[in-house]
């Protein structure tokens, strides 16, 4: 009979590959992906040279928020055994109430309406958790730069839904000609006398320029509806 250690990894690589990946997991638990790797690799401890285990409360509270019954970290599963292994072809449903977002490149951002419909898992740069009443076509960026500080720092992520219409003050993700998009406030100026709506896009860093869409083509790909950041 193998040890309650080793069962609590073989489980913990069902829950990975149920989340779709290891930093997927991460954000359902709230963990860092560092700690998983050191309950999968049971990594000694630099101080006491004994294994990073997983104690039974953070077992506890890993079922709890993955909604798994009380006890089911460590309960063998074959299945577990198996998707830790690399021999399960098993799909796994995401539990009620959450969502699948992949997280894609700024390029990939920029033809999102050309490829949502075709877009493959393997596609993603990773994926992440969130709620499911964002749509289906909706997707992660991470931020780069600092044209949208102090409120949107390189490293954040955020999650675009493109069937969210923009209200003044949104945040977006719009096409401004080139291949890749762009992240900044949306604030509409007036309508044209086409009846077009004038809207400028307005970086928060006052240092960089904000752009009008009646003096270039802009083109809104989806509105922001979840703002993350990870504090190491």
Same mark, same amino acid.
């Given at each position: 009979?193998?040890?309650?250690?080793? %069962?609590?990894?073989?489980?913990?690589?069902?829950?990975?590959?149920?989340?779709?990946?290891? &930093? @997927? $997991? +991460?954000?359902?638990? *709230?963990?860092?992906?560092?700690?998983?790797?050191?309950?999968?690799?049971?990594?000694?401890?630099?101080?006491?040279?004994?294994?990073?285990?997983?104690?039974?409360?953070?077992?506890?509270?890993?079922? %709890?928020?993955?909604?798994?019954?009380?006890?089911?970290?460590?309960?063998?599963?074959?299945? &577990? @055994? $198996? +998707?830790?292994?690399? *021999?399960?072809?098993?799909?796994?449903?995401?539990?009620?109430?959450?969502?699948?977002?992949?997280?894609?490149?700024?390029?990939?951002?920029?033809?999102?309406?050309?490829?949502?419909?075709?877009?493959?898992?393997?596609?993603?740069?990773?994926?992440?958790?969130?709620?499911?009443?964002?749509?289906?076509?909706?997707?992660?960026?991470?931020?780069?730069?600092?044209?949208?500080?102090?409120?949107?720092?390189?490293?954040?992520?955020?999650?675009?839904?493109?069937?969210?219409?923009?209200?003044?003050?949104?945040?977006?993700?719009?096409?401004?000609?080139?291949?890749?998009?762009?992240?900044?406030?949306?604030?509409?100026?007036?309508?044209?006398?086409?009846?077009?709506?004038?809207?400028?896009?307005?970086?928060?860093?006052?240092?960089?320029?904000?752009?009008?869409?009646?003096?270039?083509?802009?083109?809104?790909?989806?509105?922001?509806?979840?703002?993350?950041?990870?504090?190491?």
């Amino acid at each position: 009979m193998q040890s309650v250690d080793v %069962t609590r990894r073989e489980n913990l690589g069902l829950l990975i590959k149920e989340a779709g990946s290891q &930093a @997927a $997991l +991460s954000e359902i638990i *709230g963990k860092a992906p560092a700690q998983i790797s050191q309950w999968l690799n049971a990594s000694a401890n630099s101080r006491t040279g004994k294994p990073r285990v997983m104690s039974n409360a953070i077992a506890r509270e890993i079922e %709890t928020k993955t909604g798994k019954p009380i006890g089911w970290m460590d309960q063998p599963s074959p299945s &577990a @055994a $198996l +998707s830790t292994r690399g *021999g399960s072809n098993v799909e796994f449903e995401m539990p009620q109430g959450v969502r699948r977002v992949p997280l894609i490149s700024w390029v990939q951002a920029g033809a999102w309406k050309e490829i949502v419909n075709t877009f493959a898992p393997g596609d993603a740069d990773d994926w992440l958790i969130t709620s499911d009443k964002v749509s289906n076509q909706s997707f992660v960026l991470r931020i780069r730069g600092n044209s949208m500080e102090p409120d949107f720092k390189e490293g954040d992520t955020v999650v675009i839904d493109p069937n969210i219409k923009p209200r003044p003050g949104s945040f977006v993700a719009a096409k401004n000609g080139r291949e890749e998009a762009t992240f900044k406030k949306y604030r509409p100026r007036s309508i044209d006398l086409l009846g077009n709506e004038v809207f400028e896009l307005v970086p928060l860093n006052e240092d960089y320029p904000t752009m009008r869409s009646d003096e270039m083509p802009i083109e809104i790909i989806g509105t922001m509806v979840e703002h993350r950041r990870y504090f190491k």
